[in-house]
Each structure stands twice: as C-alpha cells, then as structure tokens.
C-alpha cells in the first residue's frame, strides 16, 4: 500500500445520497424564498456541512434560516433515504477488499453523525464502519474546505496526513485534503474533473480505486 490509512468521504463516494438531499435541499430553500434548482444546490452547497449553508444564504440575502431548518431539513432526508438510498456502485467491494487487506480505513463526512449512521444502517455498510471509524464535522469547530475534520480524523486514527489518501468527489473536499497535506483521488461520477482542481488522481469509478491504492 501506497498509504497508511484511507479516508472516505461519505455522501456521494460510499453512499448515493448527493442526488436526494440536494433535490431536497433546493426544494427546502425555493420553499422558504430563497429559489434555489437542482443544479445550483450540487454546485453551491455539495459537501458542505450545514453550518455553511447558513452562512452563504445570509452572505447573499441578509436573512437568516429558520431555528428549526436543519431539523426539518434533516427529518425529509432521513425519510427519504428509507424509501431510496443505495450505496454508491462498488462501494462496498471497495471497503471489503482493505478490510480484508488489514488496510486502516475510516470516514470523515461533511454530515452529521446521525446521518452518516442512517445512511449505513440503510445501505448495509454499517458492518464496515463502528464508531471509532466515522468522523463529522460536528467534532471540529470548522467544516469542509478547512483541513480540520481530515486532520482530527487522521489524528484519532493515529496516522500522520502525509502518509492518508482522501477519497472525495466535491471540491470543498478536495480543497480540504489538499489544506491538510494528503493526497486526494478524486471521484467524478456526479462532479466534473475541472471542478475538482488539486485532485492527485482523477477517476470515475469506484472499481477502479483499489488498483490506485497500491
């Protein structure tokens, strides 16, 4: 192995969740007047966590979500994901082959704790990951793009980042690994490769990620 440990983002790279929450999160956002399509939640909130959504809407509009959004916003994923989530093609033989390997893994995911457990739970991949590998922006002060979350993950798995590889497919994910000194293969299934600008390697499928790992 090319690493000493594997760090997965979660939405969109281990689970197929980016095309729910953000046709919910668009539809949140036009539903409280601020109009927001599809396309414009993936380009301007993918891989944020929500803290982030927050600021840039009272960047843009002066005017603040409501106490109660990420509650509701939260209570229609997590419906939804009962009724659609699948994990992402190839995701689990991925996990299956460095588990099996001994090759240290985790994930470090813009979601909250909850969510990235409901997600697991649904698509089997909770068997993969116990808590002492899941790590959320709620466990630092900042979010994607700060290095923070990929550093405190690195740190509670006892690697130092130069020897971590970062699986990511946002561009705040990128920006994130590259800040905290990892490599970051990039996955461009849902984003475009020239959008993900500081990637180490570029691919398109998750087949292909453990032949890049050696």
């Excluded at 509701?72 to 390997?101: D, S």
């Excluded at 561009?171 to 180490?200: E, H, I």
Aim: net charge negative; proline share 5%; glycine share 8%.
């Amino acid at each position: 192995m090319r690493y000493d440990l594997v760090i997965f983002d979660n939405d969109g790279v281990l689970v197929d969740s980016e095309p729910i929450s953000n046709r919910l999160l668009a539809a949140y956002l036009t539903e409280l007047g601020h109009p927001t399509s599809y396309e414009d939640s993936l380009r301007d909130y993918m891989g944020s966590a929500m803290h982030r959504i927050h600021d840039l809407i009272e960047e843009r509009t002066g005017q603040r979500l409501p106490e109660d959004f990420d509650d509701i916003f939260h209570a229609r994923v997590f419906e939804a994901f009962e009724r659609e989530l699948e994990p992402v093609a190839r995701a689990v033989g991925v996990v299956e082959k460095l588990a099996a390997g001994g090759v240290p893994y985790c994930v470090a995911s813009s979601g909250s704790h909850e969510r990235i457990r409901v997600g697991h739970r649904k698509t089997g991949l909770d068997q993969w990951f116990d808590d002492g590998r899941i790590f959320s922006s709620q466990d630092v002060g900042r979010g994607k793009p700060a290095p923070d979350l990929f550093l405190h993950a690195a740190e509670r798995m006892g690697v130092a980042p130069e020897r971590c590889v970062v699986v990511e497919d946002s561009p705040l994910g990128v920006q994130a690994a590259v800040a905290a000194g990892m490599d970051v293969y990039g996955f461009t299934a849902m984003t475009p490769a020239d959008r993900l600008v500081g990637a180490t390697q570029l691919f398109s499928d998750l087949g292909e990620l453990a032949d890049l790992l050696v």
